[in-house]
């Protein structure tokens, strides 16, 4: 499985993740059990294991908060220098029209 998931997409049942890795299905559906105790993944009787919109959100909630403390950083980094708050914004800006 190389490609992003995203929320509510379904995974493969034990038994074809089992065959397809070549391991034992007891591996897989502890691996499963993992995940769904970590909130990764849903699973629904009879319909199979999908990923979990509430692991969706935990993950921007984080991925938010590491941004805001790297932004922290920075900013009291800049304030004792002679880059002003607008500098500081095009400079963000430009670096992130870079990248994509």
Same mark, same amino acid.
């Given at each position: 499985?190389? /490609? ?52 969706? /959100? ?43």
């Amino acid at each position: 499985m190389n /490609e992003d998931l995203k929320t509510g997409d379904s995974i493969p049942s034990m038994r074809v993740l089992a065959k397809n890795l070549k391991v034992a299905v007891i591996t897989v559906q502890k691996a499963y059990e993992n995940l769904q105790k970590d909130g990764f993944i849903e699973t629904i009787h009879g319909k199979g294991s999908f990923i979990s919109a509430r692991n969706i /959100e935990l993950q921007k909630i984080e991925t938010y908060k590491e941004v805001e403390d790297l932004a922290k950083k920075i900013v009291k980094s800049i304030q004792s220098s002679s880059i002003s708050l607008d500098d500081l914004i095009d400079l963000i800006k430009k670096i992130y029209e870079e990248g994509q």
